[in-house]
Each structure stands twice: as structure tokens, then as C-alpha cells.
């Protein structure tokens, strides 16, 4: 069983600082995704990850996959109160492999960034 | 373009009670994953389900049973309900390319309230 363990699990920030969040696992994934996630409503999709040491940018968001593709994080850069929701990272495991196509998720982390 | 959409979004029901619920994918995918998420937790894989059969599976009882439509529509049925079968359930929609980094667009959600 694929298990992704997400870290911090909470974040209090005021407006303007940076953070970061982890995602890892002991299992080998061939490809990552980053949801953020308001109440009530379904994940949207930020980003995926698909090459080890790849790093991604949107905006003040920046992502990067671990060399082996076992973890990821996500940076953000001067923190705004939009930020404000539930971060998840997803892992896709290997092509061909009996659970294509099914994600596991870590447990997320609750961001509040204060004005 | 439409994205995912699921119905109803909110549900009330009452303890041994049977539910459906309902996923239109995004328009070109054909793949549905439907995924149980408790509040303040990340999403879990229920089922997948593509050229209208159930392709993957996690870990949940047999009152859970869906269906995928040729128009790639899909319901999600739970039989005798039970008061932890309360989350929020969401329809993921994809494309299954046979390629690695399967990315997965979620509906807004069924809000289920066990009774």
C-alpha cells in the first residue's frame, strides 16, 4: 500500500511570510499532483510533477519532485490571505502497474494566512 | 467547456437507507474515480471505473457499488448506510492515455449526512 505522509497538518502564517509544505513516502510514484481545496468544495488542481528533481512555478507557488519521486513540496513566497485552504498532494503510482489510475492522497494541510 | 459536475450536492438520509449519486466527467475523459473524503482528512479511493467497468478498487465494503454509463457517466451507490458514511464524496474525472501522470479533475462534491 502507497502511503503519502503530508507535513505540517496545520499552518497559521500572517500575510507576507513564506512557507513550505512536505509530501513523502517510501513508495516510488510516476507522478505527484497538488490540489488546494476550499470548504465545501472539490480539489483543484495546481500542479503536476512528472520528472524526479523537476520543479515547477506558478506565481508565488513553486513545486519540486524529489529525485527519486518519493516526495515533494510546495513553497509559497509572501503568503496573501487568498493562499487561505486545504493543501493536498496526490501521488499516481507506476504505468502498467496493478493500481494505475488511482490516486493516494496525504492528509493535507490546513493553511490560514492572517492579513 | 463544462468541468465536473455531481449531483446533488447536498444529501440527508437516514441510518440503512440507500443513496445514488451522480458524476458527469469533463468533456474528452472518459475515466471516473469516485473518492470518500472525511472532513479534515484527504480524499480515499473508492473505484474507478472505465469502459463502464470497474477497473481499481480501494478498500471498501461491498455496500458500495457504482456504474459508468457509455456517455462515461457514472453513479455511486451505497447500500445500508451506516452514520460514518458521512463525507463529502467526490467524482474525479481522466483520461486513461495508457501514459504515466494520470491528472484527475474533482467535482465540487456530494455533502452526504448520515442520520
Known amino acids: 500500500t502507497q502511503l503519502l505522509e503530508q507535513s505540517p497538518q496545520f499552518l497559521s502564517i500572517q500575510e507576507g511570510e513564506n512557507l513550505t509544505v512536505y509530501c513523502n513516502s517510501s513508495?516510488?510514484?510516476?507522478?505527484l499532483q497538488w490540489y488546494r481545496q476550499e470548504p465545501g468544495e472539490g480539489p483543484v488542481l495546481l500542479v503536476t510533477?512528472?520528472?524526479?528533481?523537476e520543479v515547477k512555478k506558478l506565481k508565488r507557488l513553486t513545486f519540486q519532485f524529489g529525485d527519486a519521486r518519493k516526495d515533494s513540496s510546495l513553497h509559497i513566497t509572501a503568503a496573501q490571505p487568498g493562499d487561505t485552504g486545504l493543501y493536498l498532494c496526490?501521488?499516481?503510482?507506476?504505468?502498467?502497474?496493478?493500481?494505475?489510475?488511482?490516486?493516494?492522497f496525504g492528509q493535507g494541510t490546513i493553511l490560514t494566512v492572517h492579513p | 467547456d463544462a468541468g465536473v459536475t455531481q449531483s446533488p450536492t447536498h444529501l440527508i438520509k437516514t441510518r440503512g437507507q440507500q443513496v445514488t449519486l451522480r458524476c458527469s466527467p469533463k468533456?474528452?475523459?472518459?475515466?471516473v474515480s469516485w473518492y470518500q473524503q472525511a472532513l479534515g482528512q484527504g480524499p480515499q479511493f473508492i473505484f474507478q471505473?472505465?469502459?463502464?467497468?470497474?477497473?481499481q478498487r480501494g478498500n471498501f465494503p461491498d455496500r458500495f457499488s457504482g456504474h459508468q454509463f457509455p456517455n462515461y457517466s457514472s453513479e455511486l451507490n451505497v447500500n445500508a448506510l451506516l452514520l460514518g458514511d458521512s463525507a463529502l464524496y467526490l467524482c474525479?474525472?481522466?483520461?486513461?492515455?495508457?501514459?504515466?501522470?494520470?491528472?484527475?479533475?474533482f467535482g465540487q462534491g456530494t455533502r452526504l449526512t448520515v442520520v
Open positions: 471505473y472505465y469502459e463502464e467497468e470497474e477497473r
Open positions: 513508495s516510488v510514484f510516476s507522478s
Open positions: 510533477v512528472v520528472t524526479g528533481g
Open positions: 496526490a501521488g499516481s503510482p507506476n504505468a502498467g502497474g496493478t493500481s494505475y489510475g488511482k490516486l493516494t
Open positions: 468533456s474528452g475523459h472518459d475515466t
Open positions: 474525479a474525472s481522466s483520461l486513461r492515455t495508457g501514459q504515466s501522470g494520470t491528472e484527475a479533475f
